[in-house]
């Protein structure tokens, strides 16, 4: 049994490329550190800083890059994806090696032909030496864990660089608070968006809180009037998603300028945002499910698309081109082929109605049909999408998407895929029904995917539950079988069992005046 989960995790691991934790925890480290420098970046547009913080800015982002070209040469890692390298591929097959090395040899040894293997084994290393010396020394730095050690002090490094460059937009934000601020400095060319901005928070405010962003522009767009807490919690997620993209609660003049490259003019901009992206009912309004705001970068969703999409599955973002939206879907390339394509959805937010109708159209794509070139245009992006349904079939519920859970107060980190297994067992679960991807219509049959709770730490799904028999039924979705450790109680557990729906029977057995449950999975 032992050899069988060995040869699992191996199984598992070549399949799913290899993440190794060392490599993980670089890469945690590595995007804080970028997003700090990013970060301060962006206050340095209308804020100089000292001449030596500028300095050491440099340096700091000059070394994080020299550390991504070192993992990317040691290990295999590059922007395209993972290239070939034994320091890839030793440490996963490493415990099956080391577990069937023992018993191989054993049974070499009691062969007539032990010696001939011995000289043969000796010889084939001997020969690869000569023709290829650097593979065979980049194997056994690979067994020894040699880089390991190096990529422990970047992290270390990073973890230093991270508290310098938070300093540093401490820094920036006392500077900024300091001066003078005018948004006209700002939104001097967007003239509609200056006087907004004015009007409602004054030309010295410098950020404004979501929230109250978000219920001037409601105001100023005429829809405050907006019936119904699901339809208006939509809404209001929607935007806050888009325009505050750092998450820090807070919307800039620069974020509104970015927010209205993609549905602005700032008059218009909640309608066209109904219009592309909710699905507006009497019963209930939701967000379309094609479309994401926390976007993987385009490496990422291609890799997530090979691993998990079918032909037809497809999303939608806002590109990191301003002004325009990617569409990625998954179709039959030229040799016949299933891989993620992308294409453009631009959009131009002074767009003048049609002389024909009189409508505005500001959403459009450039087709090729053979030699033509084609241009598209539609009133929003949920039409375009509509136009387009031979090819663009079903939105893609990426198993990678984080989920949150908070069970009597104690926070759960996992991800959808745990929930999203083809096995009817998991299906019929409650947690099963709950992250179903299944299409039906339009949108996932699962409720996660129909509603704000539980993608964010914010706002996680929230059940009176007991939280470490919570830790069981979540080990039982990773593993297929019921681990109960010592103290959680089995009385508690056949509870647990049947609010969540797991397929095991529970059943009570005397034994010795004393009363034992044994959990038994159906067949």
Not at 281 to 298: C, V
Not at 349 to 357: E, L, R, Y
Request: net charge positive.
């Amino acid at each position: 049994s032992q050899l069988v989960i060995v040869g699992k995790k191996v199984f598992d691991n070549l399949k799913n490329g290899g993440d190794r934790s060392v490599v993980t925890d670089f890469f945690e480290e590595w995007n804080k550190v970028m997003g700090q420098i990013q970060a301060v970046k962006k206050l340095s547009k209308n804020l100089e800083l000292p001449k030596d913080v500028e300095k050491n800015i440099a340096k700091i982002e000059s070394e994080t890059r020299k550390s991504f070209e070192f993992v990317q040469n040691q290990y295999g890692v590059n922007e395209g994806g993972r290239a070939w390298s034994w320091s890839e591929y030793i440490p996963i097959a490493k415990p099956a090696i080391t577990t069937l090395g023992p018993a191989a040899c054993f049974y070499v040894a009691m062969d007539k032909f032990f010696l001939a293997y011995i000289f043969g084994a000796f010889l084939i290393f001997f020969l690869l030496l000569l023709i290829n010396k650097p593979v065979v020394e980049e194997f056994i730095n690979a067994w020894r864990g040699t880089h390991d050690a190096e990529l422990e002090k970047y992290i270390k490094k990073f973890k230093k660089f991270y508290a310098t460059l938070r300093d540093y937009v401490t820094l920036q934000n006392q500077l900024r608070k300091a001066r003078t601020f005018d948004v006209r400095s700002i939104l001097g060319d967007d003239e509609k968006a200056r006087g907004f901005w004015i009007r409602h928070f004054g030309a010295s405010t410098h950020s404004v809180d979501t929230p109250q962003m978000i219920d001037a522009l409601l105001h100023h767009n005429n829809q405050h009037h907006i019936v119904g807490k699901q339809s208006r919690d939509v809404i209001y997620n929607t935007i806050s998603n888009i325009i505050d993209k750092n998450g820090d609660g807070l919307v800039s003049p620069i974020e509104l300028l970015d927010f209205l490259q993609y549905f602005g003019p700032v008059d218009v901009c909640v309608e066209r945002i109904k219009d592309s992206l909710v699905d507006v009912r009497k019963d209930g309004s939701r967000l379309h499910p094609w479309f994401i705001w926390r976007s993987k970068d385009r490496n990422e969703l291609e890799q997530s698309f090979f691993r998990y999409a079918s032909e037809g599955h497809f999303v939608v973002r806002c590109s990191s081109r301003p002004g325009c939206f990617a569409v990625t879907s998954m179709t039959y390339d030229e040799d016949k082929k299933l891989a993620p394509k992308h294409a453009l959805i631009y959009y131009e937010a002074n767009t003048k109605p049609s002389p024909v109708d009189g409508i505005v159209r500001p959403f459009y794509w450039v087709m090729k049909n053979e030699n033509k070139v084609e241009r598209r245009a539609f009133t929003s992006i949920a039409r375009l999408v509509a136009s387009q349904r031979d090819k663009l079939k079903e939105a893609f519920m990426d198993p990678e998407t984080p989920v949150y859970f908070s069970i009597s107060g104690q926070k759960f980190h996992v991800q959808a895929s745990m929930f999203m297994q083809m096995e009817d067992a998991v299906r019929e679960t409650k947690l099963g029904k709950y992250f179903d991807p299944r299409a039906q219509g339009e949108f996932p049959r699962g409720k996660f995917w129909n509603s704000q709770t539980g993608h964010s730490p914010k706002e996680p799904i929230f059940l009176d539950r007991d939280p470490e028999a919570f830790n069981v039924i979540l080990n039982w979705y990773r593993y297929g079988k019921l681990y109960i450790p010592e103290g959680v109680s089995k009385v508690l557990m056949e509870q647990e069992i049947k609010y969540f729906g797991l397929p095991i029977d529970c059943v009570y057995k005397k034994e010795g005046g004393f009363t034992d449950i044994e959990f038994h999975t159906r067949r």
